[in-house]
């Protein structure tokens, strides 16, 4: 399903979102087994409360987690390429969750994405479901829902990670 990683050359290159014309260049190392022997879950939210009680609810089932402020941040961060789940806002500054899919996807990069969001539009459900992402939520998230979500989007993930799940029992 997901082609190579993008990064294999060692060079992400990324349009810097909201400054016309500039271009992040981004070391990505995509050959560290740390990274890639457990689910890494990415999660992206320009609300930092929502962003860190995510991490906190994620993390207590045992997955590895790193949390990002933007896209952009995501994007210029060395670990893309190791993301087997990417749970987005909807509605973030510079790149909505919408429009990151989008660019990774279009950049060969069809990371299995959950978007949320405060303000839901069946419009965009629709849109976004059509262009692959596995789940569109509202927020106040549903554990019980969210979990399932992160479940599909791992079977969707590169078949040669370990994705069974956490590696230690949860706390």
């Given at each position: ?22 271009t992040v260049v981004v070391e990505l190392d995509c050959g560290r087994p740390d990274l890639s022997s457990m689910a890494l879950i990415s999660i ?128």
């Amino acid at each position: 399903m997901l082609g190579a990683c993008f990064c294999e050359g060692g060079h992400l290159l990324a349009d810097d979102f909201g400054s016309p014309g500039q271009t992040v260049v981004v070391e990505l190392d995509c050959g560290r087994p740390d990274l890639s022997s457990m689910a890494l879950i990415s999660i992206i939210d320009d609300d930092e409360d929502f962003r860190v009680a995510i991490t906190d609810l994620i993390e207590v089932k045992g997955f590895k987690v790193e949390a990002f402020a933007s896209a952009v941040d995501f994007l210029a961060h060395p670990n893309v390429c190791h993301t087997s789940c990417l749970i987005a806002d909807v509605h973030m500054p510079r790149m909505t969750g919408i429009e990151l899919h989008s660019y990774l996807v279009g950049s060969g990069r069809d990371i299995p994405t959950v978007l949320i969001t405060a303000f839901p539009d069946d419009s965009a459900r629709v849109r976004a479901l059509g262009q692959g992402v596995v789940c569109y939520l509202s927020k106040p998230v549903d554990e019980e829902t969210l979990f399932k979500c992160v479940g599909l989007a791992l079977q969707r993930a590169q078949p040669h990670q370990n994705l069974s799940g956490p590696s230690r029992s949860p706390q």
